[in-house]
């Protein structure tokens, strides 16, 4: 008997997992290069009630970093990742391809039990926050900075200044990005699946090859 799409997941913890996963509605702030690579990993561990939002279209310079291939280039990344997950799983996301406002955010993040921040600039963050602590959503957020990452949950996050330059130019970025997109959905996982979630924060530094779990 040939094995389902989600025979490692089934592995883990049985087919109650993916009901589990199926029930939880996650909107992902940001589709570059940790929000589209997490994302791809969440629909091929179950997910299918995701939110994606995101303004940008996808560049040439983004194919090293994300997921996208060159047929995508020019297409609105929340609507290349629909598509791109549609074709891999058969679950269909909600594309969002729109700015996160002061005005939109609100609606944006509406009926979702989890926010995930993939931003890459502080104004975004600044709204995302905001609008989670008022409505009491919770918010696990995500950045890069050169050699290092960070997943923190928003009761112990601040947000940091805007850097000069693309966050993702730096030699080999993509090994930072793959990691702190898999740590983030281990987070993710755990606080969809377990009775008591882990809500860890953690510190990738990638000179050392290290993650740390913040005290």
């Known amino acids: 008997m040939a094995n389902s799409r989600f025979h490692h997941e089934e592995i883990y913890r049985g087919k109650d997992l993916q009901v589990k996963l199926a029930t939880k509605h996650v909107t992902v702030c940001g589709v570059g290069a940790l929000g589209s690579n997490l994302v791809d990993t969440l629909v091929r561990q179950s997910f299918k009630n995701l939110r994606v939002i995101d303004k940008d279209r996808v560049e040439p310079h983004n194919i090293g970093t994300q997921i996208w291939m060159d047929a995508d280039v020019g297409a609105f990344k929340t609507e290349a990742l629909k598509n791109r997950m549609f074709r891999t799983t058969g ?33 975004s963050r600044a709204l995302v926050q905001n609008e989670c602590r008022a409505r009491k959503i919770p918010c696990l957020h995500a950045g890069l900075f050169e050699d290092y990452g960070e997943i923190i949950w928003d009761g112990a996050y601040t947000v940091p200044k805007d850097v000069a330059g693309d966050v993702c130019d730096y030699p080999l970025a993509r090994n930072l990005i793959v990691i702190a997109s898999a740590v983030a959905a281990e987070e993710v996982l755990s606080f969809c699946l377990d009775a008591k979630p882990r809500m860890g924060n953690w510190t990738i530094t990638l000179r050392d090859l290290t993650v740390r779990r913040q005290k």
């Open 91 to 123: 679950v269909e996301i909600e594309s969002v391809s729109k700015e996160l406002t002061a005005s939109t955010a609100k609606n944006l993040l509406k009926k979702t039990d989890l926010v995930l921040d993939m931003f890459d600039n502080s104004a």
